[in-house]
């Protein structure tokens, strides 16, 4: 029983999230055409779309905002078809692999490992370790499983440290799963501890958080790079507000409109 409250505790909690409330009052607003809580809804977004599309090959400056700037239009375009704040980021997500679609990341040095992400890696890669997105909401935007996303990132963790967990033995990869739960910081102090204490002297995990630590901040200083600015991020809004007030919106037909109110399975085909 205690268990079962935990979640619906949990499940509430994420519900009245007071960022995620006003981001779908934004985005109901929008969607009846009120351009101006459309751009203050995205604009949270913007640098982790920005983050996605320079990993994906869109390096250069000018080719990135433009892209960028398309990504948010088909936002606007198809705003109709989404009701919550999670059909808004499973639209972005898909839409965002269409993009990686059109470019080619070249990455050398220590951020050549960068190249062989795919689409959901580099997704989980922006979301969840640089924006610290929950698992709930990356489950959602990606419809899958809990225990699929943690695997995922373990697998993405690994890559970008150089781990090659087919040549861990079964004890290993357990262990050095153990540090990836810890590395997510879902867990309380006391099981952190814990688990410190159960791969205390196993060299396989514990070189792999000393790796991914290190990483980690290779990571920070390209992130850098990727992200927008102040002053971009005005530039972009402005540009994207002129071209959707000359774009209309697609609404969904009556029966895909009825589906999404239960489940946003009906995208429209971009």
Known sequence: MTQKRSKVSALIQGALCPERRQTRSLLRKASRGNVHAFMQAVTPYMSLVSEYLYLAGFTEQKARLLELTRVLCDCWRYLPYTRRVSDFERFLQVRLERSQEQAVPSFDGVHKVLNGLSHDGRFLLVARVFHDWSHKALKLSLRTRTSEIRETLLNLR????????????????AQVSRVNEMLEGTHSDKICRKIEKEVGNQYHALQFKADWLVYRCELADLQTEMTLNGEQ?????????????QQPMEKPRLYDSLINQISFNRLPLL
């Open 233 to 245: 991020i005005a530039e972009l809004s402005d540009a994207t507000i002129k071209q959707i007030k």
């Open 158 to 173: 690994c890559a970008l440290c150089g781990v090659e967990t087919d040549k861990l033995s079964y004890v290993e990869l």
